[in-house]
């Protein structure tokens, strides 16, 4: 099981993180991203499942409701393959194991990644009527989630899965005190083991993700998939200015390994995702997770604990005789 410092949860607490966008605004991803299982995986996704997990503060004991904006495959946003064929099904989750369970922190859909107790799901195929619109979910009783107790909260899951067809699925979430209104519910937040996103097509914009890296964390395994030799993935951190890591090709895994320093631990990385200004690859869909030396997953948080990292400069002071 991963383990989380304690200051973490005194971060939640404290600063009251107002996490409810996801993608959030300082990640300026465009959209989240799962393609039909026909899909051929050279299109950016490598399994055509992914898994969220909502963090509700353990004192927030009101309804809420978890939304989808475009949930259906079809129209502006998503990606076509030939015609429109793609059928999504989005679950939520929550109860005993939602998050416990190691099926559920891995990044492939397998075992018992779907534990927990399923409390909502509806499936979209093409639908103007969803098209580029919100579908809401819920509402939702905070006790109905997992409590962790490292995380003072309540966890739930929400997993959408290609169930059929090859075209792209690109959408978003949105955790809110209010069904109609996309309102805020204060102290929460939102993360992932793996995240599957679109990148901007403009060369002038950069993607950001923020993988916590906890206090057993020696050397961190960094694995992209399909960047497609799209620019540069840059890596700042506390101690890091901007090394760059290795990139994939397409419908190809690369891995590098970073070996952590001493003041990077109990913070978020900034993996930074620079685009080539030409030629401009367009659509292009990326797969990213991370891993401790043990192989285990590490979290990627829609809003850094601690913040976003800034490189702190320590000059050697040099005293001359």
Avoid at 58 to 83: H, L, N, R, S
Avoid at 136 to 148: D, H, I, L, S
Avoid at 226 to 236: P, Q, R
Avoid at 255 to 262: A, G, M, S, T, V
């Amino acid at each position: 099981m991963n383990k989380i410092n304690i200051s973490i949860i005194f971060l939640f607490v404290v600063l009251r993180i107002m996490a409810q966008p996801v993608p959030n605004v300082d990640e300026n991803i465009p959209y989240l991203m799962t393609f039909g299982g026909e899909a051929e995986t050279s299109w950016g996704d490598d399994d055509f499942s992914q898994a969220f997990f909502f963090l509700i503060p353990e004192d927030y004991t009101q309804p809420f409701f978890i939304k989808v904006f475009d949930p259906d495959t079809g129209g502006k946003i998503d990606e076509i393959a030939g015609d429109w064929n793609t059928s999504c099904v989005y679950e939520v989750y929550g109860g005993e194991g939602v998050w416990s369970e190691v099926d559920a922190r891995e990044t492939s859909p397998t075992g018992n990644y779907k534990s927990g107790t399923l409390l909502a799901t509806k499936t979209f195929a093409e639908n103007p009527r969803y098209d580029n619109q919100w579908y809401t979910f819920g509402p939702f009783n905070p006790a109905q989630g997992e409590y962790v107790e490292m995380f003072g909260g309540k966890v739930f899951k929400v997993i959408c899965e290609g169930i059929s067809g090859d075209d792209g699925n690109m959408y978003r979430y949105y955790l809110s005190t209010e069904a109609e209104t996309n309102r805020p519910l204060e102290g929460a937040n939102a993360f992932a083991y793996e995240y599957s996103f679109r990148m901007h097509n403009d060369e002038n914009e950069v993607s950001h993700i923020y993988p916590y890296i906890d206090d057993r964390t020696i050397t961190l395994q960094i694995l992209n998939f399909d960047w497609d030799m799209d620019g540069s993935i840059v890596v700042i951190s506390r101690a890091r200015q901007g090394d760059r890591i290795d990139i994939s090709g397409e419908d190809h895994w690369t891995r590098d390994d970073l070996k952590i320093q001493e003041e990077e631990k109990e913070s978020s990385f900034d993996f930074q995702f620079v685009k080539l200004k030409s030629p401009v690859v367009r659509n292009n869909n990326v797969v990213v997770n991370v891993r401790n030396q043990y192989g285990e997953t590490l979290p990627f948080y829609t809003i850094p604990i601690g913040g976003v990292p800034k490189y702190q400069y320590d000059p050697t002071i040099v005293e001359l005789d």
